[in-house]
């Protein structure tokens, strides 16, 4: 894969809770994902792109419950399907194409996003360093240039990072 644009984790190093995605593509990339307890049993993460809330995850009972990406709804289980192997999610886009995460072998907390079996089309790092826009906490590689599926690749990726994260 070419990785043709990269963008930084910022903020909190939690995937559900103040994690900020900045950075650049084809125009500034600015997404932040900010969660609020309604209730002791349920919550709502905003997702926000330039300050506009783009979509919404409503947890239940702790765990996974209904996504909204604009105007579509989905459950949330279907964003993280098992995948081609049981290190492997699937989520199903918008545009009708099944995409898949891979944690990678070599470092656990890192993924690679997938658009085929072969076909590698992002990779995740969880890495700190200092960064043209200050200290990240990760960074996405990724070589296409859709808004959508970017937006839901975040999604699903931070679905698995929180589902790895709580076991």
Same mark, same amino acid.
């Given at each position: 894969?070419?990785?043709?644009?990269?963008?930084?984790?910022?903020?909190?190093?939690?995937?559900?809770?103040?994690?900020? $995605?900045?950075?650049?593509?084809?125009?500034?990339?600015?997404?932040?994902?900010?969660? &609020?307890?309604? *209730?002791?049993? #349920? %919550? =709502?993460?905003?997702?926000?792109?330039?300050?506009?809330?783009?979509?919404?995850?409503?947890?239940?009972?702790?765990?996974?419950? $209904?996504?909204?990406?604009?105007?579509?709804?989905?459950?949330?289980?279907?964003?993280? &399907?098992?995948? *081609?192997?049981? #290190? %492997? =999610?699937?989520?199903?886009?918008?545009?009708?194409?099944?995409?898949?995460?891979?944690?990678?072998?070599?470092?656990?907390?890192?993924?690679?996003?997938?658009?085929?079996?072969?076909?590698?089309?992002?990779?995740?790092?969880?890495?700190?360093?200092?960064?043209?826009?200050?200290?990240?906490?990760?960074?996405?590689?990724?070589?296409?240039?859709?808004?959508?599926?970017?937006?839901?690749?975040?999604?699903?990726?931070?679905?698995?990072?929180?589902?790895?994260?709580?076991?």
């Amino acid at each position: 894969m070419a990785h043709s644009f990269e963008i930084y984790f910022t903020g909190r190093d939690d995937p559900r809770n103040g994690c900020i $995605v900045i950075g650049e593509d084809t125009k500034p990339v600015f997404f932040e994902f900010e969660t &609020q307890y309604l *209730s002791p049993s #349920s %919550a =709502r993460t905003t997702i926000s792109s330039n300050r506009s809330p783009v979509a919404a995850l409503d947890w239940l009972n702790g765990g996974l419950g $209904v996504a909204t990406i604009g105007d579509r709804e989905i459950p949330m289980a279907h964003l993280v &399907q098992q995948g *081609s192997s049981t #290190s %492997a =999610r699937r989520f199903p886009s918008a545009d009708g194409r099944q995409y898949e995460w891979r944690k990678c072998h070599a470092d656990p907390r890192s993924y690679e996003l997938f658009s085929g079996p072969n076909t590698r089309i992002a990779k995740f790092q969880k890495l700190s360093q200092a960064t043209p826009i200050g200290p990240s906490h990760g960074t996405l590689q990724y070589s296409f240039s859709h808004d959508l599926l970017l937006l839901e690749a975040l999604i699903a990726l931070n679905l698995n990072r929180w589902l790895d994260w709580t076991g």
